[in-house]
Nanobody, 115 residues
């Protein structure tokens, strides 16, 4: 069974940066497309970035040009580099496979951006 552990969140001022990590425990990471999602208080979870097994990426319009998703297959880790953070980026961030987010969700990592 795949286990996902997110880390790297924190409190940052608007305009600042954070780098999130998601460690994947299990098989088939290198052939899995992965995605970062986020859920703000009172809102539905939304997907913000996706990376395929071949390294192709896709971003939600709200983060395009500011966030970068990457992966290290040797470490079974997916990253999300977040720059030019805005208060509206405040949320709990999660990773999962893509499409479908079929793995059990991890606990996520809280990102809080102050204005």
């Amino acid at each position: 069974q795949v286990r996902l552990v997110e880390s790297g969140g924190g409190l940052v001022r608007a305009g600042g940066s954070l780098r999130l990590s998601c460690v994947y425990s299990g098989n088939f990471f290198s052939i899995s497309s992965m995605a970062w999602h986020r859920q703000a208080p009172g809102k539905q979870r939304e997907r913000v970035a996706t990376i395929t097994s071949g390294g192709s990426t896709n971003y939600a319009d709200s983060v395009k040009g500011r966030f970068t998703i990457s992966r290290d297959n040797a470490k079974k880790t997916v990253y999300l580099q977040m720059n030019s953070l805005r208060p509206e980026d405040t949320a709990v961030y999660y990773c999962n496979n893509s499409p479908g987010a079929t793995f059990v969700w991890g606990r996520g990592t809280q990102v809080t951006v102050s204005s």
